[in-house]
């Protein structure tokens, strides 16, 4: 503990930086090592230069969308009174006529050099979106073919976030919109040979009410409450439910922005949600009503697939999130009222989905119960249960209800609902453990089942596996350097690319040593010390998990300029966060005694920024339907050269490993013989006997952790091209390296 760096000496190393203008997490050093941390490449790819004019997505969606008073107009002639909810005025929602696409200019329009560059390989083609409708946060599946990691997806003239599986997948993300109207339109998909292929089909995002708070946290039976937010107008909700009540809305205002409602006798305390026409449900946030006698007091009711979240609170945590097919532990803490002195309480917990029918079981905790509260981390006196992820899936929901069969008036009940957008897909990783061992025959140790219990405990995933790989003889001399440790990661992705591996592969190269860690920003590989502060432990429990962030692409606080936890200390407040001990138990411990696990500082803890960060990368990117089976079969694969790298930025220096035969599908074709780079994009020249193939890199950060070297890794899978006599890489103009044999 007591090499803890601090804090201030971060802060030096920092100053008299300028900002990197590509997006690279910036590195530190210290004296004695260096930990490398992945890489940052933003959504919409890497370069500055060069692309098409694409306007930003939530720009180009807001401008495409009619301001929501407008619709709401026609329901009130002034805005600022009420008007009775009417439900048999409502049309069917329209749509607006779908923008023109950008027009999808080549990427450069420039001549054609004088070198006899070869051409792109073959055409694209999109043959279905599924599902072709969705709201915001969903992710979509396009199937089709001649998809690369560099293709671009173009939505009513914005870019989507999107992330290539294959030459015939690819997933995009659905994003919110500004309107109180579904959005329709083709999309078009742009390579970076320019080919292009435009959708016969639209893809529609479904126009959603947006609440944002309720007026009070408490109320009777009765009483009048009111809902803000966007979009709250009779087009958009049917109909509002607390519990298994449904009733109407009693009115809202003509600019859609406050709705209100009566709490209706009888109901109980908990989510207030919206239903909308198509049958979405829409959390407003949570109502504690009032009984009329004396009651048992449900002190909170939580749950869990990481950070412990309190779902009864008056405010609904913005870092919720439900990880579909993931257990969720459910857990509640009671007071009995004065009055009732101890009691002996049956608590039942009844759940359900879209799909499965509702379950009813009991909770596990104590026989009996004082009127004593229980405290935030006494498990044992709490009740809990664990529902199985196979229910925690679209249409998820739970109720609590609490009884003593000799006080049968003070019966409790709680039920819930998620926020719109906190549950979504399921996600996979499989992560190989990579020993290696030095020439002194010294082998790092590795521990699986503590790795892969705290990847479990700490991040978003429905399923992990963890397997390992024979040991790999590292080359090194007596120091380890730098260079040795961004080889290991080039050689970790060698080892990646040559074993047909899936996009949810991770490679985790373990080092015998007490020394630096490095891993590629939204990459796929990781190279980790067996030592950290003292333990094998801290290197699975502080360095791994950091560095696997990085890969899941968080920044330090100090690079990310949305973090909470930017200006250093601890967490502080919020949802008691999760904790492997040593004997592989789970706990969960107090936010104002941990840092964020993506800072330097420690001890430190998942932090829920961190989490659902972490999860909204994950189901973009890492779905549980790519589990093994179903791409491997459908995406067969062929044989391509593995290229990969690293760029030493500031220095201007690029190291290229030598290239490798793989069973794969290329993930990248050939620049267009007649585009011309932007003096900002890295491009990779590769000379052979029959002419010169141009391939865009992109590079990703890697997170050098305490080093001031800012540096990159590249790697892509291409079209085998022969013998090659010579390799160049470029940016812009500049030549990095120049490279005549491997
Ligand atoms: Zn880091």
Same mark, same amino acid.
């Given at each position: 503990?007591?090499?803890?760096?601090?804090?201030?000496?971060?802060?030096?190393?920092?100053?008299?930086?300028?900002?990197?203008?590509?997006?690279?997490?910036?590195?530190?050093?210290?004296?004695?090592?260096?930990?490398?941390?992945?890489?940052?490449?933003?959504?919409?790819?890497?370069?500055?230069?060069?692309?098409?004019?694409?306007?930003?997505?939530?720009?180009?969606?807001?401008?495409?969308?009619?301001?929501?008073?407008?619709?709401?107009?026609?329901?009130?002639?002034?805005?600022?009174?009420?008007?009775?909810?009417?439900?048999?005025?409502?049309?069917?929602?329209?749509?607006?006529?779908?923008?023109?696409?950008?027009?999808?200019?080549?990427?450069?329009?420039?001549?054609?050099?004088?070198?006899?560059?070869?051409?792109?390989?073959?055409?694209?083609?999109?043959?279905?979106?599924?599902?072709?409708?969705?709201?915001?946060?969903?992710?979509?599946?396009?199937?089709?073919?001649?998809?690369?990691?560099?293709?671009?997806?173009?939505?009513?003239?914005?870019?989507?976030?999107?992330?290539?599986?294959?030459?015939?997948?690819?997933?995009?993300?659905?994003?919110?919109?500004?309107?109180?109207?579904?959005?329709?339109?083709?999309?078009?998909?742009?390579?970076?040979?320019?080919?292009?292929?435009?959708?016969?089909?639209?893809?529609?995002?479904?126009?959603?009410?947006?609440?944002?708070?309720?007026?009070?946290?408490?109320?009777?039976?009765?009483?009048?409450?009111?809902?803000?937010?966007?979009?709250?107008?009779?087009?958009?909700?049917?109909?509002?439910?607390?519990?298994?009540?449904?009733?109407?809305?009693?009115?809202?205002?003509?600019?859609?922005?406050?709705?209100?409602?009566?709490?209706?006798?009888?109901?109980?305390?908990?989510?207030?949600?919206?239903?909308?026409?198509?049958?979405?449900?829409?959390?407003?946030?949570?109502?504690?009503?009032?009984?009329?006698?004396?009651?048992?007091?449900?002190?909170?009711?939580?749950?869990?697939?990481?950070?412990?979240?309190?779902?009864?609170?008056?405010?609904?945590?913005?870092?919720?999130?439900?990880?579909?097919?993931?257990?969720?532990?459910?857990?509640?803490?009671?007071?009995?009222?004065?009055?009732?002195?101890?009691?002996?309480?049956?608590?039942?917990?009844?759940?359900?989905?879209?799909?499965?029918?509702?379950?009813?079981?009991?909770?596990?905790?104590?026989?009996?119960?004082?009127?004593?509260?229980?405290?935030?981390?006494?498990?044992?006196?709490?009740?809990?249960?664990?529902?199985?992820?196979?229910?925690?899936?679209?249409?998820?929901?739970?109720?609590?209800?609490?009884?003593?069969?000799?006080?049968?008036?003070?019966?409790?009940?709680?039920?819930?609902?998620?926020?719109?957008?906190?549950?979504? *897909? @399921?996600?996979?990783?499989?992560?190989?453990?990579? $020993?290696? #061992?030095? !020439? =002194?025959?010294?082998?790092?140790?590795? +521990? &699986?089942?503590?790795?892969?219990?705290?990847?479990?405990?700490?991040?978003?995933?429905?399923?992990?596996?963890?397997?390992?790989?024979?040991?790999?003889?590292?080359?090194?001399?007596?120091?380890?350097?730098?260079?040795?440790?961004?080889?290991?990661?080039?050689?970790?992705?060698?080892?990646?690319?040559?074993?047909?591996?899936?996009?949810?592969?991770?490679?985790?190269?373990?080092?015998?040593?007490?020394?630096?860690?490095?891993?590629?920003?939204?990459?796929?590989?990781?190279?980790?010390?067996?030592?950290?502060?003292?333990?094998?432990?801290?290197?699975?429990?502080?360095?791994?998990?950091?560095?696997?962030?990085?890969?899941?692409?968080?920044?330090?606080?100090?690079?990310?300029?949305?973090?909470?936890?930017?200006? *250093? @200390?601890?967490?502080?407040?919020?949802?008691?966060? $999760?904790? #492997?001990? !040593? =004997?592989?138990?789970?706990?969960?411990? +107090? &936010?104002?005694?941990?840092?964020?696990?993506?800072?330097?500082?420690?001890?430190?803890?998942?932090?829920?920024?961190?989490?659902?960060?972490?999860?909204?990368?994950?189901?973009?990117?890492?779905?549980?339907?790519?589990?093994?089976?179903?791409?491997?079969?459908?995406?067969?694969?062929?044989?391509?050269?593995?290229?990969?790298?690293?760029?030493?930025?500031?220095?201007?220096?690029?190291?290229?490993?030598?290239?490798?035969?793989?069973?794969?599908?290329?993930?990248?074709?050939?620049?267009?013989?007649?585009?011309?780079?932007?003096?900002?994009?890295?491009?990779?020249?590769?000379?052979?006997?029959?002419?010169?193939?141009?391939?865009?890199?992109?590079?990703?950060?890697?997170?050098?952790?305490?080093?001031?070297?800012?540096?990159?890794?590249?790697?892509?899978?291409?079209?085998?091209?022969?013998?090659?006599?010579?390799?160049?890489?470029?940016?812009? +103009?500049?030549?990095?390296?120049?490279?005549?044999?491997?």
């Amino acid at each position: 503990m007591q090499l803890a760096l601090k804090k201030s000496d971060m802060n030096n190393t920092l100053s008299g930086r300028d900002e990197p203008n590509w997006g690279l997490v910036r590195l530190r050093r210290s004296l004695c090592c260096l930990l490398l941390v992945p890489y940052l490449l933003t959504a919409c790819g890497g370069g500055d230069g060069g692309s098409p004019a694409v306007p930003h997505t939530s720009d180009a969606v807001a401008a495409a969308s009619e301001p929501a008073a407008q619709v709401a107009s026609s329901h009130s002639a002034n805005s600022n009174q009420v008007t009775p909810w009417v439900t048999d005025a409502l049309a069917a929602t329209q749509t607006l006529p779908a923008s023109p696409v950008a027009s999808s200019a080549p990427v450069n329009s420039a001549p054609a050099t004088a070198k006899a560059m070869l051409g792109a390989t073959a055409g694209m083609a999109v043959s279905d979106l599924t599902p072709p409708t969705g709201i915001p946060g969903d992710v979509i599946t396009i199937t089709g073919a001649g998809f690369t990691n560099a293709t671009r997806v173009i939505w009513r003239g914005g870019q989507l976030p999107s992330h290539d599986l294959s030459a015939n997948q690819m997933l995009i993300l659905l994003p919110q919109i500004n309107s109180a109207q579904d959005l329709n339109g083709t999309v078009t998909l742009i390579r970076e040979d320019n080919a292009q292929v435009t959708s016969n089909a639209s893809l529609t995002v479904q126009a959603l009410p947006q609440p944002s708070a309720l007026s009070v946290t408490n109320a009777h039976e009765g009483d009048q409450v009111r809902i803000d937010g966007k979009y709250l107008i009779p087009p958009l909700i049917k109909s509002m439910t607390i519990g298994d009540m449904e009733f109407l809305p009693t009115s809202a205002n003509g600019a859609g922005t406050q709705l209100f409602f009566t709490v209706p006798k009888g109901a109980t305390s908990g989510s207030v949600v919206l239903l909308d026409w198509k049958g979405h449900r829409i959390s407003a946030g949570t109502l504690n009503v009032i009984p009329p006698t004396p009651s048992i007091e449900i002190t909170s009711v939580q749950f869990s697939q990481g950070p412990l979240y309190t779902v009864s609170g008056p405010t609904v945590d913005k870092n919720v999130r439900l990880v579909s097919q993931r257990d969720l532990l459910v857990r509640l803490r009671l007071k009995p009222a004065e009055s009732l002195g101890q009691i002996k309480p049956e608590v039942l917990l009844a759940y359900g989905n879209d799909a499965q029918a509702v379950q009813v079981v009991s909770m596990a905790g104590p026989a009996t119960l004082s009127t004593t509260s229980v405290a935030e981390n006494d498990m044992a006196n709490s009740y809990t249960y664990s529902i199985p992820g196979s229910a925690v899936d679209k249409g998820f929901f739970f109720a609590v209800k609490v009884s003593d069969s000799r006080y049968p008036d003070a019966t409790k009940i709680f039920n819930y609902t998620p926020p719109a957008g906190a549950l979504s *897909g @399921g996600t996979y990783i499989r992560v190989h453990l990579v $020993p290696t #061992v030095r !020439p =002194d025959g010294v082998r790092a140790k590795i +521990d &699986p089942e503590h790795f892969k219990r705290e990847l479990m405990a700490v991040y978003p995933l429905s399923t992990v596996d963890v397997v390992v790989e024979p040991d790999f003889h590292w080359t090194v001399g007596s120091q380890i350097s730098n260079d040795d440790i961004l080889d290991l990661l080039s050689d970790m992705n060698t080892l990646r690319s040559s074993s047909q591996s899936n996009n949810y592969d991770f490679y985790v190269g373990v080092m015998a040593c007490y020394c630096s860690s490095v891993a590629v920003f939204q990459g796929r590989a990781l190279v980790v010390a067996d030592t950290w502060y003292g333990s094998n432990a801290n290197a699975v429990t502080e360095a791994a998990m950091h560095e696997i962030g990085h890969n899941f692409g968080r920044l330090h606080p100090w690079d990310d300029a949305n973090s909470p936890y930017r200006n *250093g @200390g601890v967490i502080g407040s919020g949802p008691w966060l $999760p904790e #492997v001990g !040593p =004997d592989y138990s789970l706990s969960f411990v +107090d &936010p104002s005694t941990r840092y964020d696990i993506m800072s330097y500082d420690i001890p430190d803890a998942i932090s829920p920024y961190t989490f659902s960060g972490a999860y909204d990368y994950l189901k973009a990117n890492l779905p549980l339907s790519a589990k093994p089976k179903l791409l491997r079969a459908s995406a067969p694969v062929g044989q391509a050269l593995f290229i990969t790298g690293s760029i030493n930025l500031d220095s201007g220096k690029a190291r290229l490993r030598k290239p490798t035969s793989v069973s794969a599908s290329p993930d990248t074709v050939a620049m267009a013989a007649d585009s011309t780079p932007g003096s900002q994009d890295y491009v990779l020249e590769i000379n052979t006997a029959t002419g010169s193939y141009r391939y865009p890199l992109q590079p990703k950060t890697v997170v050098t952790e305490r080093s001031a070297q800012s540096l990159a890794s590249f790697e892509l899978k291409v079209a085998p091209v022969g013998q090659i006599q010579r390799m160049r890489v470029r940016r812009g +103009d500049t030549l990095l390296l120049d490279q005549s044999s491997m």
